[in-house]
């Protein structure tokens, strides 16, 4: 039984349409978190659920006993792999006057810190993000926290007083990869030279099954961010060390199964979802008719199933299937009887008997994945696949991106180019595209997967 991907999940609040993203902006300061994990007395709603598809037999907790701290936040947008910038050391809380309230105490002392669930952590992450909260090692934000990526850890675990990455550790407790859950941290401290590297990111659950990259939650030049981030960083991977905080309760919300809006992964080609055979999934064809426009039904969505367990993954710009027959179907089903090595009628993207004969028993050749990025019709390239758009790779379809890119009016943080490598320019240019369609969150990081690179070429 194939293992279930490890994602994070955007809940509907999240939906990147307009009218959501405007009813989220107004409400962004409402966010129900209880008045003991510092929220605001006149807040009021329900906690947004941190829902985490994660593969059995994972087991809480973790022990460990060195600790390797993590401390600075990390280089501006210039430079994603170089987090080098200064950090603040242990503060008291500051009051809205800007000065210190009482002593922070002692790091870590037992039965100090104060006990929060995952989802608290997450949300209180995530209010930092809504805000935009920029980063500084001196200035405090309304909360008491220093603004910078200690500060920002400090704050989302509720520590209740500012510490840096050589303290850090001491509320937490060594953990290994497997064990990682949203509300961890990730840190990186360099004792030698504080201010050199130091960093530390909230984990925020796996992108996909491969756990080579997982959402971090970082304050970083300019602002808070959430990015898909390589295991364990950008640069200096193999010196984060996961941590689980000690105060933290529980584990992972259940919830019902709800279907995963897969985000564009940046240095990888997602994998598909498991599209294995549920109960009751039809062996026999069930007739022409249920293919038709307009048509909602099972059968609609174990094709889709199928054909993105065949490689037709790009087909679908959510990354899953649903009951209702569209143009990702029919198009889908059309690159599988090409791959066949159908043509004309044959290869109508309607499915037949043959076709629903060769998708149910696993049989036939797959949908080729794309290669390249050779020049479609009126000059538009084909999507080469999100490898190619990683930090340091050179490829002709990048500095395609970035022309067209200048031409669409997004090209503001190119400083000479664009060129065929890779970088934090192109990422910013991309994320300003993303942003003005109206996408938020995983959707808006820079990184160009099918759909940003259909618009970009329309």
Request: net charge positive; aromatic share 10%.
């Amino acid at each position: 039984m194939p293992m279930p991907a490890f994602e994070e999940y955007e809940p509907a609040g999240d939906c990147a349409c307009r009218g959501c993203a405007q009813r989220r902006r107004s409400l962004a300061r409402a966010r129900a978190i209880p008045l003991r994990d510092g929220g605001h007395p006149a807040a009021r709603g329900a906690r947004r659920a941190l829902v985490l598809a994660t593969a059995a037999g994972v087991v809480l907790g973790g022990g460990g006993t060195a600790a390797v701290a993590v401390t600075t936040p990390a280089a501006g947008p210039v430079a994603l792999d170089d987090p080098g910038s200064p950090q603040g050391g242990r503060t008291p809380l500051h009051g809205p006057k800007g000065g210190p309230v009482g002593q922070p105490g002692s790091p870590g002392k037992p039965g100090a810190v104060k006990r929060i669930d995952r989802t608290t952590i997450i949300n209180r992450a995530k209010l930092w993000l809504d805000a935009q909260v920029p980063y500084s090692m001196s200035t405090y934000f309304t909360d008491g926290y220093r603004q910078d990526c200690s500060g920002y850890v400090s704050m989302a675990w509720n520590l209740g007083s500012n510490e840096w990455t050589g303290s850090l550790d001491k509320f937490a407790t060594k953990i290994t990869k497997d064990d990682l859950l949203p509300g961890d941290m990730l840190l990186f401290h360099n004792p030698a030279d504080p201010n050199n590297g130091s960093h530390v990111v909230i984990f925020g659950g796996w992108v996909d099954e491969t756990r080579n990259h997982y959402i971090a939650y970082e304050q970083t030049r300019p602002n808070t961010r959430k990015l898909a981030t390589p295991y364990g960083y950008w640069s200096n991977a193999a010196k984060y060390v996961p941590y689980r905080f000690n105060g933290v309760t529980g584990g992972v919300v259940p919830v019902v199964p709800v279907v995963p809006v897969v985000p564009e992964v940046p240095g990888v080609v997602p994998e598909p979802p498991a599209a294995g055979p549920k109960p009751g999934d039809a062996k026999a064809f069930p007739g022409a008719d249920k293919f038709a426009p307009g048509a909602a039904n099972d059968f609609v969505e174990q094709l889709g199933r199928m054909l993105i367990e065949r490689g037709a993954y790009r087909f679908y710009p959510k990354g899953v299937a649903d009951r209702t027959w569209s143009d990702h179907d029919k198009l889908a089903t059309q690159a599988f009887q090409r791959a066949q090595g159908w043509s004309g009628t044959d290869a109508d993207g309607v499915p037949g008997t043959h076709t629903w004969r060769l998708l149910v028993e696993k049989q036939g050749a797959d949908i080729p994945p794309l290669v390249g990025a050779a020049p479609g019709p009126s000059g538009v390239r084909a999507y080469p696949g999100s490898a190619v758009f990683r930090p340091g790779q050179s490829h002709a379809a990048i500095e395609a991106l970035g022309r067209q890119l200048r031409k669409k009016g997004f090209g503001k943080y190119y400083t000479s180019g664009p060129g065929p490598r890779w970088g934090e320019a192109d990422r910013r240019n991309v994320e300003a595209f993303q942003r003005a369609q109206g996408w938020r969150g995983a959707s808006a990081n820079g990184y160009p997967g099918p759909e940003t690179w259909r618009r970009l070429f329309a």
